[in-house]
């Protein structure tokens, strides 16, 4: 088995659940255990737009307690975790900068590990585990079905700061579908934005963006749409009513989490993997997978 | 300095925006030529009327004293989008994040939630506190039902070196 | 007895502005053998090279040293005028006050005052162990190479031929005519594009003066300046050019498809076909990859030999490769379009509707393949709005820093003609940044566009979208208006910069030729000395030095003609004497000189000195940049450098190490 380290951020934590279940349920069925850190802490993402020193101090904190579990490698769910944290160890470069924060973390006996490995979800299944491994351990392969990714936006850009997919034509967690059996579809609104980061201050835009996605997708006439960040299943899923509301259209999308396919196409039962929990019409994509 | 905004009446600040520029990654801001790709592809820009090129040549002029103050810079979706495509790595989204930095440091308009955020984050550690959230079948279930571990809080050194590193700045 | 004149030049206030020349000069009056010391506001005018001449007449010198800026700016002037006084040239000693000592310290005048002494000291110092030397002639032959057959190349061998030199004219494509070839108009003029070029491509191969190569690369240089060896490999086009009549049946009964270069794989050509619309010669050629025969190397198809009247097919030619030798070299190579695919975001690639500016340019050439019918490629219509984004792939720095030049003008070019040749209502719409029209006529052409109903729109898109059914569509912010427009183009024109031509990297290595940050070659100077390379007797012209349109290139052309032609005339080169220079006797044949030598200019040779058969080293004269790296790597002191031998530097050391206050004078 290999321990990776596993850093959930405040959202999976606080709400979202399915996700969190989802993945300590499949990842070992593919030879990954799950460790988790001391501390369950915010990686600094909200609070960027306040004091951004503050943010990066966060993000790296996140790595020090990673570090104290002795383990090469981390995995962050969330895309804007996941973001935040690479940003923070470019900044890490800037010593007077990450001289301030060492002292900080030094307060606390904690210490700055760069050699930790970051990873997402997508690019651990993709990259560490590998399509091989996945399909090896498949019990109940998907048939006929067709989905659309949505991979989100934070861990595809920006390319320079080395991402986990192509910024603009990312194809690894279509890559991780098509390994399960389904079908993915190529659309022109797959790089569009869930809106997430806006869902707090200016409600109605956010819904606004999520209802255009989704009624973009509800035109393709596919199964249902799959994504891996707890900001995205937020909008797509639990706010998928309103957002219909705010676009003026009846929204029938059923949009789970990758690892929740995942899941199914190891043989895991529904309620472990967190089905119970989506709030968009999930039983229309079940009924065509269990069939 | 012999120029003026003839609407405002405002003149360039210099030193306002080499403080902002020197909170940047780079110093690439001042490369804009005004190509108008971050607009053109902007997520933020028909609903919320975000123009990053704009914002990029008023702080290019030095006509930042108003930015902070504005609304227009909490529109933001931070799709990164405008990161990702600009010609000469300007990168809009970097100083919209320094320009809400500033908004705070200068106790300007600042949406509430960021702020209490950073409160909870004070307190707990997250953001937000895990919830109790309900099932498509109408059942209210969290953490303990559905057999998730406890969320473990930080270390009572935390809050104190959160506080300090609040009070920090890059530069 | 030695006697020394010190001039301390003033350079303005580029070298007085920092150091004291007065001081320096009274400092050199206490040297030894000075016997005079001078200061001058400009030591290179014509007065300041008077004086200098008067005193050596006057004091009898025998030995300068002029204190001024780098050798490398007036050394030759001086030489010439000292040896007009009768005195050799290379008894002068420059010393560099300007960029050692003005502009390398110019914030602590004091500090620079003492070095400009001490280097005064040095100079003087050495000064007295110069040697007289003299400038070697060497023959040279009076051909000339031209790398690349398009307008470049071929104004450059025009120009030569007719001057009387002998030109080899290397294309790597079977035709002559590069990127000209493949335009339909010019702009400011529109010209047709072929209507003038032609004449001048048949005038390169009807020239008794050139060797028209086409099909052909070079393979390898040896030699020096004035004395190039060139091999060149001339592919076989498997049709024999002396039968071949360009009648084009054996294209007709060819089975196998292949792309059309020319036509930017717009269409397919035959594996036998004449390359492009108005080829230069125009004669077949097979293509060997795809020929059924060639490539199975079977008994198989040969339908062309069939049906070829003139019996000019055959399978069986092969390579040749030619030597010649030439004594100069213009290297005119072309550049190549940028790649829109790699900006994933146009959909360049991905939709058949999205073109670059080369591709459209073969469309709207009569003799391209859609027989000059605007359309878009997807369906074959007549587009109704057709839009043209610029710098695409330059100006940025994600691919391109460079500003392609020639991208407004082409768009402008393109605009103009979609217009006058869609009779159907069109809406033509250009998003740029910028609109550079800098040349002759160029922005009465822009004028002209903008009186035609062409939109432009002052933004460019971030990307460019495709529906499900395939049409395109996207967003772009016009800044004049403040409105953010939605486009549902038809065809979508993207203004492609141009790029360094892909064997930049083979022949930079071939000619020595070094290439600058953006890849293309770099110039002597970029002010000053835009048609040479850094190695002596390769001249640059058109875009390969960098990207640049038809009349500068022609320019260019012409420019490095007159160069190539100025290097050869007189029929001999002179070469500095500063070389080195081997002790046959001292010699022990150890190689270890050809080893170090960048320059390939010392060999081993099997010789008779003093009665006895040795290996011995030896100069070739006209290759030695007099580097000194063998004569610091001879094991025995056989190799001593002209004017660099040890007494020469050790005594310029010694008195750099001396206290500043000098002793002795006259």
């Known amino acids: 088995m290999l321990k990776v380290a596993v850093f959930w951020g405040c959202c999976i934590q606080s709400n979202q659940y399915a996700y969190e279940m989802s993945l300590r349920e499949t990842f070992p069925h593919l030879g990954v255990e799950l460790v988790d850190l001391n501390e369950a802490i915010c990686c600094g993402d909200p609070v960027k737009s306040v004091n951004d020193f503050a943010a990066d101090f966060l993000a790296i904190r996140v790595l020090a307690l990673a570090d104290q579990t002795g383990l090469e490698n981390l995995l962050v769910p969330c895309n804007r975790c996941h973001f935040t944290i690479s940003e923070a160890r470019e900044t890490m470069r800037n010593p007077k900068i990450a001289g301030k924060i060492e002292e900080l973390l030094r307060e606390e006996g904690l210490e700055y590990n760069p050699g930790i490995r970051v990873w997402h979800t997508i690019d651990m299944l993709h990259d560490l585990v590998g399509l091989e491994k996945l399909k090896k351990a498949l019990k109940r392969p998907l048939k006929d079905v067709k989905v659309a990714s949505h991979v989100g936006c934070q861990i595809i850009r920006y390319s320079d700061l080395g991402r986990v997919d192509d910024a603009e034509n990312p194809q690894k967690l279509d890559d991780l579908i098509r390994a399960l059996g389904a079908e993915t579809v190529e659309y022109a609104e797959k790089l569009d934005c869930c809106g997430a980061a806006l869902t707090r201050s200016h409600p109605d835009s956010a819904l606004s963006l999520a209802g255009s996605k989704l009624k973009a997708v509800q035109a393709l006439k596919v199964g249902g749409m799959v994504v891996s960040c707890p900001d995205c299943q937020l909008m797509f899923d639990a706010k998928q009513k309103n957002a219909g509301t705010t676009v003026g259209a009846k929204l029938s999308v059923p949009v789970v989490y990758y690892t929740q396919l995942l899941g199914l196409a190891l043989g895991i039962d529904q309620d472990k993997l967190g089905l119970n929990l989506n709030q968009s019409p999930v039983d229309q994509l079940l009924s065509k997978i269990s069939a | ?171 | 007895m030695t006697k020394i004149g010190v001039y301390v030049c003033h350079c303005g206030l580029n070298i007085a502005g920092v150091v004291d020349v007065e001081n320096v000069v009274e400092y050199a009056k206490t040297l030894p053998d000075v016997v005079i010391a001078r200061h001058y506001a400009y030591m290179c005018s014509e007065p300041g090279q008077r004086m200098i001449q008067e005193d050596i007449k006057a004091e009898k010198l025998d030995r300068v040293v002029i204190a001024t800026c780098s050798p490398r700016m007036h050394e030759e002037t001086f030489r010439g005028a000292i040896a007009e006084t009768g005195l050799n040239a290379y008894l002068m000693e420059i010393v560099n006050l300007r960029e050692h000592v003005a502009w390398a310290h110019t914030h602590e005048p004091e500090k620079a005052t003492e070095k400009a002494k001490a280097l005064v000291r040095m100079g003087v110092a050495r000064a007295k162990f110069l040697e007289p030397l003299e400038k070697r002639s060497v023959a040279v032959e009076k051909s000339v190479l031209v790398v690349g057959g398009g307008i470049a190349g071929i104004q450059t061998s025009l120009d030569v031929a007719n001057a009387g030199f002998k030109v080899y004219l290397v294309e790597k494509t079977p035709s002559i005519g590069g990127r000209m070839a493949q335009l339909d108009k010019t702009f400011p003029t529109l010209d047709c594009s072929a209507c003038i070029l032609t004449p001048r491509m048949v005038d390169v191969a009807k020239h008794c003066n050139i060797t028209l190569l086409t099909n052909a690369e070079v393979m390898d240089v040896k030699g020096f300046v004035g004395n190039y060896e060139v091999s060149i490999l001339k592919k076989p086009r498997y049709v024999d050019s002396k039968k071949c009549v360009g009648c084009e049946l054996c294209t007709e009964t060819c089975p196998v498809k292949i792309p059309d270069r020319f036509n930017e794989s717009l269409t397919e050509k035959r594996a036998i076909c004449i390359y492009s619309a108005h080829s230069v010669p125009k004669i077949a050629i097979i293509n060997p990859e795809y020929c059924l025969r060639l490539k199975l190397k079977k008994n198989v198809c040969g339908k062309c030999q069939a049906v070829c009247e003139a019996g000019a097919v055959d399978f069986e030619q092969k390579p040749e490769i030619i030597q010649v030798k030439v004594g100069g070299i213009v290297l005119a190579v072309g550049s190549e379009v940028f790649d829109a695919s790699s900006i994933a975001e146009l959909s360049y690639g991905r939709s058949k509707n999205v073109i670059s500016n080369i591709e459209f340019e073969r469309i709207c050439d009569a003799a391209g393949p859609t027989g000059g019918k605007i359309i878009s490629p997807k369906d074959g219509k007549t587009p109704k709005t057709i839009v043209f984004i610029q710098c695409v792939g330059s100006r940025d720095k994600r691919f391109n820093e460079y500003c392609c030049r020639v991208g407004c003008m082409v768009t402008l070019k393109q605009a103009i003609l979609a217009n006058e040749k869609i009779h159907e209502p069109v809406s033509i719409y250009v998003c740029y940044s910028d609109m550079r029209a800098f040349g002759k006529g160029y922005d009465e052409f822009y004028t002209r566009a903008r009186e035609m109903d062409i939109d432009f729109i002052a933004g460019i898109p971030s990307e460019i979208h495709s529906a499900a059914d395939g049409s395109l569509y996207f967003d772009v912010y016009d800044k004049s208006t403040n409105k953010l427009l939605e486009i549902r183009p038809d065809l979508v024109v993207l203004g492609t910069g141009l790029v360094p031509n892909n064997d930049m990297a083979k022949i930079s290595a071939l000619f020595h030729a070094s290439r600058s940050a953006d890849g293309f070659f770099l110039e002597a100077h970029p002010k000053l000395r835009p048609l040479e390379s850094a190695m002596g007797g390769v001249f640059l012209a058109g875009a390969c030095q960098g990207p640049k349109d038809i009349p500068d290139t022609v320019a260019q052309a012409s420019g490095a003609a007159a160069k190539v032609i100025d290097l050869l005339s007189s029929g001999q080169i002179e070469l500095e004497p500063l070389k080195a220079v081997v002790d046959k006797e001292a010699c022990s044949g150890c190689r270890i000189c050809e080893a170090v030598c960048p320059f390939v200019a010392i060999q081993l040779k099997l010789e008779v000195v003093k009665g006895q058969e040795k290996l011995a080293a030896e100069v070739i004269e006209a290759m030695c940049q007099g580097c000194g790296l063998c004569g610091s790597a001879c094991p025995t002191g056989a190799i001593k450098i002209e004017q660099y031998n040890n007494k020469q530097v050790l005594t310029q050391v010694k008195a750099a190490l001396a206290e500043a206050c000098a002793e002795g004078g006259k």
């Open chain 2, 1 to 171: 300095m012999g120029v003026t905004d003839l609407m405002s009446m405002a003149k360039p600040n210099l030193e306002s925006r080499n403080k902002i520029l020197s909170r940047l990654r780079g110093k690439e801001l001042v490369n804009c030529f005004q190509c108008l790709k971050c607009t053109s592809g902007c997520t933020a820009l028909k609903l919320l009327e975000l123009k990053p090129h704009e914002i990029v040549k008023l702080v290019n002029l030095g006509f930042v004293d108003e930015l902070p103050s504005s609304d227009i810079i909490w529109t933001c979706v931070t799709c990164l989008k405008c990161v990702q495509r600009c010609p000469q790595k300007a990168s809009p989204y970097h100083l919209i994040i320094a320009l809400r930095n500033q908004a705070v440091e200068k106790e300007a308009k600042v949406p509430e939630t960021y702020m209490k955020i950073v409160s909870s984050i004070l307190e707990t550690g997250l953001a937000e506190t895990p919830q109790k959230i309900v099932t498509r079948k109408m059942e209210t279930v969290d953490r303990e039902c559905l057999k998730l571990p406890k969320v473990r809080p930080p270390k009572e050194s935390f809050q104190a070196c959160f506080m300090k590193a609040m009070e920090g700045k890059k530069c």
